[in-house]
């Protein structure tokens, strides 16, 4: 497992504190799976973008291969 450092401002790192004791977890724990769901939602995002723009620009793409 690679390590990420996080600058965090006071104000966030004590919400993270407090969540993660909420949970009874570790903060970094908290923090993985933030960054996981983030990177689940925008990837699902930009696939949707890329679909959508795919289909507005078929013909195009189309006669770009040909």
């Given at each position: 497992?690679?390590e990420l450092r996080l600058?965090?401002?006071?104000?966030?790192?004590?919400?993270?504190?407090?969540?993660?004791?909420?949970r009874h977890r570790l903060?970094?724990?908290?923090a993985a799976d933030a960054?996981?769901?983030?990177?689940?939602?925008?990837?699902?995002?930009?696939?949707?973008?890329?679909?959508?723009?795919?289909?507005?620009?078929?013909?195009?793409?189309?006669?770009?291969?040909?």
């Open positions: 497992m690679e600058r965090l401002t006071p104000g966030l790192a004590h919400d993270l504190a407090d969540l993660a004791d909420a903060p970094e724990d908290v960054v996981r769901r983030y990177l689940r939602d925008e990837g699902e995002h930009v696939r949707s973008l890329a679909a959508r723009l795919a289909g507005d620009h078929a013909d195009l793409l189309r006669r770009l291969g040909e």
